[in-house]
């Protein structure tokens, strides 16, 4: 009889084995499907780029540049280095790509540069479910017929992504005001 008890109790602590490592394996696979697979552990941003033109005085548009991010992940999101530039082409330019732009049309005059982040702050950080707006006021010299609009942050995680969004519009100073698409686009690796 104490033989059977001591099977049993052996079958008991096989089973009862079996049933821890088969909970830390599945567990463990829980974890990489949520956390690495389907990188929870980072903010999910979408972002857009936007040139509102306010209006003309003194030879110049008066433009206010906006930036938008959206956290639409599960974790607070950290903005570094978020710059912005602002190039134009006026009617009397050729239209001529860059092999610099992937073959692009070129934008040869800077119109501003600068940056969404205050200097005395080193980072800007957007929680989940929030959108957040950032603008900055500029001016556009009159003679430009078309702008393209960049600005770029860095993710605060060692992942060391860029994320980009753009925006170009045309400038009609008869009608006085733009033809505005808006723009959308991802990040991408350094």
């Known amino acids: 009889m104490s033989n059977l008890i001591a099977d049993w109790n052996e079958i008991a602590k096989l089973f009862q084995s079996l049933v821890t490592t088969t909970s830390i394996l599945i567990g463990g696979m829980w974890v990489y499907l949520k956390y690495v697979r389907q990188q ?3 903010p999910n941003i979408e972002s857009s780029a936007e040139i509102k033109l306010i209006g003309v005085q003194g030879g110049y548009w008066i433009a206010e540049i906006v930036a938008t991010v959206e956290n639409k992940g599960k974790t607070q999101h950290r903005m570094y280095d978020f710059f912005f530039n602002m190039f134009a082409i006026s ?5 001529n790509t860059d092999p610099r732009w992937n073959g692009q049309v070129n934008f040869p005059h800077e119109v501003v540069t600068g940056s969404f982040l205050p200097k005395q702050y080193k980072f800007f950080y957007v929680d989940p479910g929030v959108t957040a707006k950032y603008s900055y006021i500029a001016r556009i010299p009159v003679n430009y017929s078309f702008v393209i ?3 770029y942050f860095m993710y605060g995680d060692n992942r060391k992504f860029k994320h980009v969004a753009e925006c170009t519009i045309q400038l009609d100073l008869k ?3 733009s033809q505005q698409p808006s723009a959308t686009l991802g990040g991408f690796k350094k």
């Open 91 to 95: 009617a009397d330019d050729p239209v």
């Open 149 to 151: 609009l960049h600005w």
């Open 175 to 177: 009608k006085g005001q």
């Open 40 to 42: 929870e552990r980072y």
